[in-house]
């Protein structure tokens, strides 16, 4: 059965740091882009970054640009979110998502994680 299962949120204050990881299980994943979503209540499951298969292009959203590192290392099931300089509005629930394509559509990720709250306090 496929598996994305991320891990390593929490409750940080204002400026901390965090690190995400996302794990897969299934066979075929060290050949997919991995991304991570980010979800408020009330609001609209937005693009955070992703990463492509071989680990050697990554795209990140405005809003999180110059704070937050995707990386991976090649070959492997495993993707990490750095992130530092943490803002109040930083604060949702972190899906990690895997996508055939590198900088696919939303609708182009085809597996999703259960997903793990990050709170970050003012």
């Known amino acids: 059965q496929v598996q994305l299962v991320e891990s390593g949120g929490g409750l940080v204050q204002a400026g901390g740091s965090l690190r995400l990881s996302c794990a897969a299980s299934?066979?075929?994943?060290?050949?997919?882009?991995m991304g991570w979503f980010r979800q408020a209540p009330g609001k609209e499951r937005e693009f955070v970054a992703v990463?492509?298969?071989?680990?050697?292009?990554?795209y990140y959203a405005d809003s999180v640009k110059g704070r937050f590192t995707i990386s991976r290392e090649y070959g492997k099931n495993t993707v990490y979110l750095q992130m530092n300089s943490l803002k109040p509005e930083d604060t949702a629930v972190y899906y990690c998502?895997?996508?055939?394509?590198?900088?696919?559509?939303?609708?182009?990720?085809?597996?999703w994680g259960q997903g793990t709250q990050v709170t970050v306090s003012s």
């Open positions: 998502a895997s996508s055939r394509y590198y900088r696919a559509d939303y609708d182009g990720y085809n597996y």
């Open positions: 299934g066979r075929g994943f060290s050949m997919y882009a």
């Open positions: 990463v492509s298969w071989s680990g050697r292009d990554t």
